[in-house]
């Protein structure tokens, strides 16, 4: 096996070595021997990223590549925006811009390669061909790096090591400090994440509260239990489900008290079943809990990390690694025990090993930005998805250490993801597609194929509208609703986070209509300026608009229009009270397909959250919680449960921590 040495390691960590190919320049070997292969000078380019235009500028003189400035500074914090100094090494060092994508940023490596190869044919003055890149044929978890003991310069030691300070790791660090422990945190990132805003559980003291008031929304336990398998097929663990239903009520009220106990936050029940007067096939449950600031946390700009971080630094028993990089677990073979982890620094490149005397715990995501992974396993979702700069950072880092310790993998596998992403009249859905966030999408309004056709009843869960859309050509549909749509949103009577009015109980939502429709049809980045967001003035301009047959999508209109004045939906059976027409000018169009926030398959694990091999024993010293692990999701997410990922994370890795230091939760 290669011995990797610390700079070979962080390419690879981050990206994968780039490969030396150089651009194919028609004729300039002719070229060349007269003049030289360019005219000298310094040219520039841009194309599109993920989340902004890359523009690369490069120095040339008569016959080579002088220099190059790469500008990624729009794209994503730590994945596009970290690779322009590799990016451009692997230029200079090809000649060319016919090089490798960096592995978990292969959108802003794309924009990179056409950019530079756009200033190579202005100094050229002749065409230049890209290698067309194969994506998901390689080994996606290759072996564990051998990293020699001489490499290694630093040693630290702690009781329990919590590795990635996102939503499950900073509930495992805060648990594990406030019981007593010595607990090192490490963060590739230079800081940690926030975590999400809805947090779904249990019978939390909010929710019983809320039962004297409102007793639609209690849940029945076994009910929920049924239902999460029903999502899933029945590939669930029967037991870790039962273990978040009934851990969860905790977890909601710990935190809660946590956060009130500043002065800065308030928590509310997102107190929302949907109309009862229009029973569905898929129940919406009342699970979500949400934070919002006081005016006290307002003026003093709190977020979550910093009231987390000021939690842990008051118990006085945690230490942070942040931009260090998780390389491999270190096992004990004999004892056949996890002993800690193997990093690096990314700051000088040196390599640490630390040593975890309770245990690890695994918080280190799932695996959305890693190509070859999700081309491998979820094919499907990257011919649904496009690319936003919203959404997971993580690049199955964790997944694969634990694969390399032993660990078995999830059999099923899945993703979260919303129709809240808009591409352009002229796109189509896919992972090398750039879209823009659209959160109005999961409104459930009339909803097209691209030949003009309506395809199912629209008002299903956010997964089961984006999986009829996968029947449908180019897996791509498009919104449609007319000048009444406020008054119809409020009607649809939404849940969860798409809910864009107060909740029955009155907890604010996620977020307000103003601002949403604000943000698509003001200002010079709304979806209207920039051209996702159609709007006309007849349905037949909206068709021309839209780049779909005006004759078939008028038909579609005027048909769906019928059902609505009857009230009843002959032909998918949406619910009553959704059937909302499009029949007042002006008319509005969107192309829309999957934003995908992150993977929900892993590693299996036991309700300690112990990692588990693929014969059912656990490996003794490592934990796992969150995206990384598996056994509780497949096919889809159950979005009705709202805040139930986050919930599950966040009441695993609270579990997690008082198992390694107490011995039981």
Known sequence: MKELSRRDFLKGALAGTAAAALSTVTGAAAFAEEKGIYTPGTYSASAKGIGSD?????TFDANSITDVAI???????????????????????????DIDAVTGASVTSDAIRQAAAACIEQASGQAVTLTERTEGTAD???????????????????????????TGGWIATMTAAEEGA??????????????????????SKLQLEAFKEYPQFEIDKMEALHEIRRYA?????????????????????WITNLMESTGDWYMELEGGTGNPDYPEDTKAFATGHSPHKTAQGTEKNVTTSSTFRDFCDATGNVDWRFSTVL????????????????????????????????GVIMATGGYATNTDMMLALQPQTMKMKANVPIGSTDDGSGIKAMLWAGAQMDPCHASMMFNRCSVLPTET????????????????????????????????PYEFMLHSMYMQPYHTYCDIFDANNKQYCEQFEEVGCCRLFLFDNGAQSNMPYDYVWGQMTEG??????????QKADTLEELAEKLNIPADEFVKTVERYNELCAKGEDEDYGKPAHRMTPVDTAPFYGIRTCAWHLTTLDGCRINTSMQVLREDGTAIEGLYATGDCTGGFFANNYPNLFTGLACGRTMTFGRRAAKIIVNGEA
């Open 327 to 358: 390389v491999k677990l270190d096992i004990d073979a004999a004892a056949g025990r996890v002993t800690g982890i193997i990093a690096q620094d990314l700051t000088d490149e040196h390599y640490i090993r630390i040593k975890a005397a309770k």
């Open 140 to 166: 996606w978890l290759g072996e564990a790096p051998e990293i020699a003991e001489s490499d290694i310069t630093e040693e630290l030691e702690t009781e329990v090591l919590v590795v990635g300070c996102g």
């Open 429 to 460: 859905a896919g992972y090398k597609t750039n879209g823009k966030w659209y959160w109005f999408g999961e409104q459930p309004f009339l909803k097209v194929n691209l030949n003009g056709k309506r395809f199912c009843d629209e008002s299903g």
């Open 54 to 58: 890359v523009t690369v500028t490069m």
């Open 71 to 97: 500008d990624v500074s729009g794209e994503t914090p730590g994945i596009g925006a970290a690779i322009g100094e590799q990016m451009q090494q692997a230029i200079l060092d090809a000649q060319g811009a």
């Open 233 to 253: 097929s029945g590939y669930v663990d029967y037991d870790l489900v039962k273990t978040w239903i009934d851990n969860s009520g905790e977890l909601v009220d």
């Open 524 to 533: 010079e980045n709304s979806h209207l300026e920039l051209g996702y967001l």
């Open 182 to 203: 010595k607990v090192l945190v490490v963060e590739k990132r230079d800081s940690p994440t926030n975590i999400r805003e809805d947090i779904g559980g249990i019978n």
